[in-house]
């Protein structure tokens, strides 16, 4: 990333009266300035990564203009970010990689910038419409898919407003980054439908497939699942939700659900007996999900 920064950094100098350098955590110099006096230090975060800054200033005005490189920096790179990812700048070759790309889209005023950086190290950030992209250190896809849960679940339970991630992928080379960006994109389309989780989209199939049907086709079908399982209660509809995200796998699901295979079984029967669908079978396992689905759409 000190390629990039240098260049920002370059660009900044010729606005900026005050003499200063950068510093990486090894002492190196990143941009230097020849300082006559003794200069103060600080530290500064920098397109996700801390360095030191090095000017000819006393403590308070060495902070107010840390402050100012940190914002007038940040932005630059996320501006820049931005274009390479929509395909209208030039690549920034000296990303991180491998990493993951995510996309996340909060309800309100929540900002999710500095509840990321508080969590990883080395992320970074760029802005398109309500949406935040951030890349973060990720080796693979499960690695990534286990970070997004994870971070779904923290933002869920500290932050009061609904959120949306959506997963790009890996990339092993920067030159990736762009294609991963506009997956997560096509996934955020789906956001008036399903307002919350988390969202991959080459495994959307079923959902790119209910989207495209008429809404009277899909009043039509939930009209009738609802009228066949209005009386199941929230118990019976966790059990049909991990039986399905079991692959109907029992034995699996009942070790999901912490109770003994003949109780999933009497569960099973009993759900069966209420509604005329018996989800071992997959045909009534096939109609149950596309209901689960178009639920999540009409939340």
Do not use: W
Request: charge should be neutral.
């Amino acid at each position: 990333m000190q390629k990039a920064i240098a260049e920002i950094l370059l660009e900044l100098k010729k606005r900026l009266k005050t003499p200063f350098a950068i510093l990486d955590k090894k002492g190196r110099c990143v941009l230097q300035e020849k300082l006559v006096e003794k200069p103060a230090r600080c530290t500064v975060k920098l397109c996700g990564s801390e360095y030191v800054l090095v000017a000819e200033l006393a403590r308070e005005q060495l902070v107010d203009f840390s402050l100012l490189l940190e914002e007038l920096v940040n932005r630059r790179f996320s501006e820049k970010l931005m274009a390479f990812l929509d395909g209208k700048g030039d690549i920034i070759e000296d990303l991180p990689c491998p990493c993951g790309l995510i996309l996340i889209k909060s309800s309100g005023s929540f900002e999710p910038e500095p509840f990321i950086e508080s969590l990883f190290d080395e992320a970074l950030l760029a802005k398109t419409g309500e949406a935040f992209i951030f890349i973060i250190p990720a080796a693979d896809l499960d690695e990534l898919k286990e970070t997004s849960r994870a971070l779904y679940q923290t933002l869920a339970e500290e932050v009061s407003s609904k959120t949306l991630i959506c997963i790009g992928g890996i990339a092993r080379v920067p030159q990736e980054l762009p294609a991963l960006y506009r997956d997560a994109v096509k996934a955020l389309k789906f956001a008036p439908f399903i307002k919350t989780g988390v969202l991959y989209y080459p495994e959307m199939a079923l959902e790119r497939l209910l989207a495209s049907l008429p809404d009277e086709s899909r009043r039509e079908f939930m009209m009738e699942m609802r009228r066949k399982i209005q009386f199941l209660d929230e118990e019976a509809i966790k059990t049909i939700r991990t039986v399905i995200d079991c692959n109907l796998n029992l034995a699996m699901a009942a070790r999901k659900l912490y109770i003994h295979r003949n109780t999933l079984m009497y569960r099973l029967d009993k759900i069966s007996s209420q509604t005329g669908l018996d989800i071992r079978k997959f045909k009534d396992a096939v109609k149950m999900e596309i209901f689960l689905a178009l639920n999540e759409f009409q939340q």
